[in-house]
């Protein structure tokens, strides 16, 4: 089978002499498989997922992917000067496109509302449509739920089950269990896998 993603001992060390935050890791994500990282905050997740969407580049080992990857942080430092509309044009994501993903995740509305006016729930939606934008084969999303209400959580839910149904591959970050069930869960830890439980 295809392989959309594959860590081949990969090391990850910010710093020459620093302690590895990821060390040997070895991972393989299957088309069509949703994962789902955990961990206690500074256990490597982000890092992980940074690794695997082509962000970070690991210090040792090597990373390979089937495809392009969407990636999602959970947060930016802070909200660009621009709309959502305006934002998603500079990320290259088509004016069709972007106004459809708006329609799906429930931010049509503030389209054009400048995004330092608004709430951080609807630049974390724009965050995510960018991801969705294209069809990638390999979706990684750091905490997709988060600040998300119920029906943005829905809508989102229902959106990553049909990418997942057309042979996308999801590495989904997540404190707690999200509404899309997961094939396997990944607990990171002292810079290594620890579980990898169904």
């Not at 990636?71 to 709309?83: E, F, K, M």
């Amino acid at each position: 089978m295809t392989r959309a993603l594959r860590f081949h001992g990969v090391v990850k060390r910010y710093g020459r002499r620093a302690a590895p935050v990821l060390a040997d890791v070895d991972l393989e994500v299957r088309p069509g498989e949703v994962v789902r990282v955990t961990g206690a905050n500074g256990s490597g997740k982000t890092t992980l997922l940074r690794l695997a969407a082509g962000v970070s580049r690991p210090s040792a080992g090597r990373v390979e992917r089937g495809g392009r990857a969407g990636w999602a942080p959970d947060r930016l430092d802070a909200a660009p000067p621009l709309s959502a509309r305006e934002l998603l044009r500079a990320l290259g994501v088509a004016p069709g496109e972007a106004a459809a993903l708006a329609e799906r995740l429930g931010f049509a509305a503030w389209l054009d509302g400048r995004l330092a006016h608004d709430s951080s729930g609807t630049l974390h939606k724009v965050l995510l449509a960018q991801a969705l934008a294209g069809d990638p084969p390999l979706l990684v999303l750091d905490e997709p739920w988060a600040g998300l209400d119920e029906d943005a959580r829905a809508a989102l839910a229902t959106v990553l089950a049909e990418r997942r149904e057309r042979g996308a591959a999801l590495l989904l970050s997540e404190h707690g269990a999200g509404p899309l069930a997961a094939d396997r869960t990944l607990t990171v830890g002292a810079g290594r896998i620890e579980a990898a439980a169904p």
